[in-house]
């Protein structure tokens, strides 16, 4: 059971405990909601104060479960990879079989490119009522530090879904301190790369997170409108202390607000 202590600040674990008994509904919408509040009070709190045995436990559970699922999960197949199952390429000439290669590939690649673009950020993948609202979770992971969770995080690392793949990123980069999982994040923001859903959605993500190198980014981001953009920005200085003096990386982060206003 929760304590019943109640910290001057609020961080007090009979909320985060509640939103633990209530992420295990069998409700969709209600999982869902009571584990975006799970993430958005660990990155408020920057660590697990407040948040009991039982929250972790809780968003382990379902992170193990999303990884089983997935891995369990045939990917979706396009119309052009039925298409090439028309084809027995080893049974052909091997210059034709390359050729016919390389334009299933060039298919396949314009059709995900058209559809990252102009639908929905889950790209049509189905969700089931079963499945966990595993962004959040990632999310959730990565603001409480729970480097136990690294081989779990990294399953999802090439998800289907960009906000999930994304979220996976931002939890390997906070659970390793590796920038390396931030650049596919910075890569995702160049223009008509992704959704500008997802985009607008990335760039909250490395301010909660305090990015300051990926300011330039933030800026340049062409399909982002302004606004969030200077939002983001206000949000990286917030979490680094605004003061250029003693972080230099901040400078550039007020330049671009500048130019953005």
């Known amino acids: ?7 001057p600040d609020w961080r007090d674990d009979r909320t985060t405990w509640a ?25 408020r709190n920057q660590g697990r104060e407040g948040f009991s045995d039982l929250s972790c436990q809780v968003l382990v ?37 390359e050729k016919l290669r390389k334009v299933f590939e060039a298919r396949k690649r ?29 999310k959730a992971i990565g603001a409480l530090g729970m480097r136990e969770t690294i081989p779990l995080v990294s399953n999802f690392l090439q998800h289907e879904i960009p906000l999930v793949k994304y979220a996976a990123h931002k939890a390997m980069y ?41 300011a330039k980014a933030v800026a340049h981001c062409g399909m982002v409108e302004n606004s969030f953009k200077i939002l983001a920005l206000r949000q990286i200085l917030a979490q680094r202390g ?12 007020y330049t671009h607000i500048d130019s953005l206003l």
Do not use: C
Request: aromatic content about 8%; cysteine-free.
């Open 61 to 97: 559970e379902m992170l193990e479960r999303s990884s089983e699922r997935m891995l369990k999960t045939v990917s979706q197949r396009s119309g052009f990879s039925q298409q090439e199952n028309l084809f027995d390429l080893d049974s052909l000439e091997p210059e034709v079989a």
């Open 1 to 7: 059971a929760p304590s019943a202590k109640v910290n």
């Open 242 to 253: 605004y003061d250029p003096k003693s972080d230099p990386n901040l400078t550039e982060v």
């Open 110 to 138: 314009n059709e995900m490119q058209s559809r990252r673009t102009t639908m929905t950020p889950n790209l049509g993948v189905q969700l089931d009522t079963n499945d966990e609202p595993v962004e959040w979770v990632l």
């Open 19 to 43: 939103l633990a008994i209530a992420a295990q509904s069998e409700d969709y919408f209600l999982r869902y909601r009571s584990v975006e509040a799970l993430a958005r009070i660990a990155m």
């Open 174 to 214: 906070q659970l390793s301190g590796k920038e390396s999982y931030i650049t596919p994040i910075l890569n995702a923001l160049e223009y008509g790369k992704e959704h500008h859903y997802s985009q607008r959605v990335l760039i909250r993500d490395l301010g909660d997170i305090g990015f300051a190198k990926g």
